[in-house]
């Protein structure tokens, strides 16, 4: 299975601390992308990642990709509350071209 | 622009009815996705719609499980003599093409097989 596979399963700090989520994958990709769902907004698009590209950038965001060990990471610098929700990430294999394939997801808790 | 919508957002049915639920992707998006979505678990694909093509069915847990996408747009899953273990968030997410894949999701459709 291409099934991206998120660690921690869970994750509680404090408010103002970093909160790094990681993401392993099976098959090669064409992108990865992460995701937020919160019970106030459901499932939100965070960022996308192309497997040409090793790190990106959104605001307090960044991802990283390493195809080589097929894994991706997730930092969240300086959380808030409202960071509080559950993370994961997706794949895009290159043999089923396109279809979105989600893993189980990182709960992450920011203690105000 | 309007976003996906989904509806009902609320069904309450009994063991062994028919349901239909309903996805409205955003305009001009060719990809639809329907996802199960148990309660605390991650996402379960369920089918993938893109363009003309035919769909990706490999996700659907039974036959009791169909999904149709009329001119590319509207989408119906359909639950045949559902299951109480059919009780679930039932999610659809649409892209824009292959290429531009990031999704964006519906509010889903809370499902109780009493």
């Known amino acids: 299975s291409q099934q991206g596979e998120e660690d921690p399963q869970a994750l509680s700090i404090q408010e103002g601390e970093n909160a790094t989520m990681n993401c392993s994958y099976k098959?090669?990709?064409?992108?990865l992308q992460w995701y937020r769902q919160n019970s106030g907004r459901g499932l939100v698009h965070l960022i996308l990642?192309?497997?040409?590209?090793r790190e990106k950038h959104s605001g307090r965001l960044r991802v990283t990709l390493d195809t080589s060990k097929k894994s991706s990471s997730l930092l969240i610098t300086a959380s808030r509350a409202a960071d509080t929700a559950s993370y994961f990430c997706?794949?895009?294999?290159?043999?089923?071209?396109?279809?979105?394939?989600f893993g189980p997801g990182t709960s992450l808790s920011v203690i105000p | 622009g309007a976003g996906v919508s989904q509806s009902p957002s609320n069904k309450v049915t009994e063991k062994g009815k028919d349901v239909e639920l309903r996805c409205d992707p955003i305009?001009?998006?060719?990809?639809l996705y329907w996802y199960r979505q148990s309660l605390g678990q991650g996402l379960e694909f369920l089918i993938y719609?893109?363009?003309?093509?035919?769909?990706?069915k490999s996700g659907l847990p039974s036959d009791r499980f169909s999904a149709e996408r009329t001119g590319g747009s509207v989408s119906t899953l359909t639950i045949q003599r559902t299951q109480q273990e059919d009780s679930a968030v039932y999610l659809c997410?649409?892209?824009?093409?292959?290429?531009?894949?990031?999704?964006?999701f519906g509010p889903g459709t809370r499902l109780t097989v009493l």
């Open positions: 997410a649409s892209s824009l093409s292959r290429v531009r894949n990031e999704q964006f």
């Open positions: 098959t090669s990709i064409n992108n």
């Open positions: 990642i192309r497997s040409n590209e």
């Open positions: 997706a794949t895009v294999a290159r043999t089923s071209y396109d279809k979105v394939i």
């Open positions: 305009s001009g998006h060719t990809a």
């Open positions: 719609f893109q363009g003309n093509s035919a769909p990706d």
